[in-house]
T-cell receptor, first 115, second 113 residues
Framework: AQSVTQLGSHVSVSEGALVLLRCNYSSSVPPYLFWYVQYPNQGLQLLLKYTSAATLVKGINGFEAEFKKSETSFHLTKPSAHMRDAAEYFCAVRPSGGSNYKLTFGKGTLLTVNP | GAGVSQSPSNKVTEKGKDVELRCDPISGHTALYWYRQSLGQGLEFLIYFQGNSAPDKSGLPSDRFSAERTGGSVSTLTIQRTQQEDSAVYLC???????????FGDGTRLSIL
């Protein structure tokens, strides 16, 4: 069984400030981990993925995430927030083997960026 | 290149009616997935297709829900005798195979009156 917990349903930052969105996972097998972003009335866009290569993963739009096995975490960061980063962010987990197609999502974190 | 296309983008219907939601995956993607996004439940997996076969239908909420895929391409999700609790955004995703990341469409927002 696998699950994802995103701490904070709503995060608010000022433009130019650090963005930190938290994600912790629980998985009985080594997982693959993903961050998706959803803008209003749109689908999910893949930001980045961890698939057991480098633990620090760089994605699009200046985001990155670090896989920490000891902490079962995969937090998403961006050094300097832009207004266009305002969206909802979802962390997702998938087993790396077996029936490895099913994504399990966290509840999402709504990011607000203040001018 | 075209992404995953879903239609209609919005659907409003009366309780008890049947609805069909369509998904056109990215060309060449053999795997196709349906998810449901609702306020109370978040994002839930519904069904997975590999080619035209559905090895996993475990997420379908009830026997009112069914899905098919033809020609290894277009998929249709059908909800019969709709209920108000079926109101949600239905998202379709596709991937080259199950090892590759899933690419999502913009979804169909379904509202049951």
């Amino acid at each position: 069984a696998q699950s994802v917990t995103q701490l904070g349903s709503h995060v608010s930052v000022s433009e130019g400030a650090l963005v930190l969105l938290r994600c912790n996972y629980s998985s009985s097998v080594p997982p693959y981990l993903f961050w998706y972003v959803q803008y209003p009335n749109q689908g999910l866009q893949l930001l980045l993925k961890y698939t057991s290569a480098a633990t620090l993963v760089k994605g699009i739009n200046g985001f990155e995430a670090e896989f920490k096995k000891s902490e079962t975490s995969f937090h998403l960061t961006k050094p300097s927030a832009h207004m266009r980063d305002a969206a909802e962010y979802f962390c997702a987990v998938r087993p790396s083997g077996g029936s490895n197609y099913k994504l399990t999502f966290g509840k999402g974190t709504l990011l607000t960026v203040n001018p | 290149g075209a992404g995953v296309s879903q239609s209609p983008s919005n659907k409003v219907t009366e309780k008890g009616k049947d609805v069909e939601l369509r998904c056109d995956p990215i060309s060449g993607h053999t795997a196709l997935y349906w998810y449901r996004q609702s306020l109370g439940q978040g994002l839930e997996f519904l069904i997975y297709f590999q080619g035209n076969s559905a090895p996993d239908k475990s997420g379908l909420p009830s026997d009112r829900f069914s899905a098919e895929r033809t020609g290894g391409s277009v998929s249709t999700l059908t909800i019969q005798r709709t209920q108000q609790e079926d109101s949600a955004v239905y998202l379709c995703a596709s991937s080259e195979d199950t090892h590759q990341p899933q690419h999502f469409g913009d979804g169909t927002r379904l509202s049951i009156l």
